[in-house]
């Protein structure tokens, strides 16, 4: 049973996979690295969400609604 097909990486080549990583980093700098890669993917997760709102909102606000929300900003600091 292939673990990743497109990639036809079974069990025995994901546990050499794992056991290169380790002989490589050590045991001690996995953890580090592992940090760092779940902050980045939750950072992209952040940013894409902040990106889809952004674009909702884009979608339901009219871009004359907008002017005029400018306009009277503007207006407000005049």
Known sequence: MS??????LGAPEI???ALLVLL???????P???KGLGKGV?????GMNEAQDSIKKELDD?????????DKDEKGKA
């Open 62 to 70: 009219p871009v004359e609604k907008k002017e005029e929300k400018e």
């Open 24 to 30: 490589l980093f050590g045991g001690k700098k996995i």
């Open 3 to 8: 673990t990743l097909l497109f990639l036809n």
């Open 42 to 46: 939750k950072s992209f997760k952040e």
């Open 15 to 17: 546990l050499l996979i």
């Open 32 to 34: 580090e690295l592992m």
